[in-house]
T-cell receptor
């Protein structure tokens, strides 16, 4: 069946460091791909999405490119802030709903 | 403001009792979903509904039941048959069952069963 693999956390970075969170998936066809963010005690918020190969989703300084050759959708940010501390979920659309990865916890220290 | 409301935020129950979690949306979305979140396991789909009066089992439906009598509402009942009900439950909705339509989430209900 379909699956999602995210790099394991927690990831700890200093403020202004470069961030990469890897995500690879298996799926039938070319699904739309999403990144969601979850702050403590809250639900998930859409961070960005890409709907076809080579699309780049971007929002709040975060970017991710739909790579169909490697079935990957890695999340990047050039300079993280303390306020980016959260859990990040990669989620391809899987037939009838989103199929979420296990999440990667990010802690950014001042 | 449009959004999804889950209530209550925290819920405590004794083992053997059924409990119903509320989910209401005023986004006029057709599709609604229930996910369960456990530490280190991400989100797992319990049930989903694409239209009023219709719903489908997700990956972990055993021990749960739902109804979809109104477009705005998709309550989830955690029955006594659910072996490990303590978890964080998230409700979501989307415009339709379309691959490029993002899900909008509520703030969740944390259920503790002792």
């Amino acid at each position: 069946g379909d699956s999602v693999t995210q790099m394991e956390g927690p990831v700890t970075l200093s403020e202004e460091a470069f961030l990469t969170i890897n995500c690879t998936y298996t799926a039938t066809g070319y699904p739309s791909l999403f990144w969601y963010v979850q702050y403590p005690g809250e639900g998930l918020q859409l961070l960005l999405k890409a709907t076809k190969a080579d699309d780049k989703g971007s929002n709040k300084g975060f970017e991710a490119t739909y790579r169909k050759e490697t079935t990957s959708f890695h999340l990047e940010k050039g300079s993280v802030q303390v306020s980016d501390s959260a859990v990040y979920f990669c989620a391809p659309f899987s037939g009838y709903a989103l199929n979420f990865g296990k999440g990667t916890s990010l802690l950014v220290t001042p | 403001d449009g959004g999804i409301t889950q209530s209550p935020k925290y819920l405590f129950r004794k083992e053997g009792q059924n409990v119903t979690l509320s989910c209401e949306q005023n986004l006029n979305h057709d599709a609604m979903y229930w996910y369960r979140q456990d530490p280190g396991q991400g989100l797992r789909l319990i049930y989903y509904s694409q239209i009023v009066n219709d719903f489908q089992k997700g990956d972990i439906a055993e021990g749960y039941s739902v109804s979809r009598e109104k477009k705005e509402s998709f309550p989830l009942t955690v029955t006594s048959a659910q072996k490990n009900p303590t978890a964080f439950y998230l409700c979501a909705s989307s415009i339709a069952r379309q691959g490029n339509s993002p899900l909008h989430f509520g703030n969740g209900t944390r259920l503790t069963v002792t």
